[in-house]
């Protein structure tokens, strides 16, 4: 029998070991891959933005609803109106 150790740290450090690379790898940029695994088609894995240097989506012609933007201007209705019963 091969005794444990009490510090759990090391219990970890040992399980870690044995689990191996695991399902994801950290690459010295940053990023995360995750690595396909099982039954698990790779092309399911998820990616990253396709264009990250295009930034963050931002809605054509900077279209806004303006049932949603807080800043319409206040005689456009909010809601639409009860109807008489």
């Known amino acids: 029998m091969n ?6 740290v090391e219990r970890a ?15 010295p940029d940053g990023t995360i891959e995750q690595r396909g695994h099982g039954s698990m088609d790779p092309t399911l894995v998820p990616k990253g933005k396709d264009h990250p240097e295009q ?5 054509e012609n900077d279209h806004i609803d303006p049932d949603v933007d807080p800043t319409a201007s206040s005689d456009h209705p909010r809601s639409k109106p009860d109807s008489k019963a």
Request: hydrophobic fraction near 10%.
């Open 13 to 27: 450090d040992k399980r870690r070991e044995a689990i191996g690379e695991g399902e994801v790898k950290e690459k």
């Open 55 to 59: 930034g963050p989506y931002t809605p």
């Open 3 to 8: 005794p444990e150790p009490s510090d759990p």
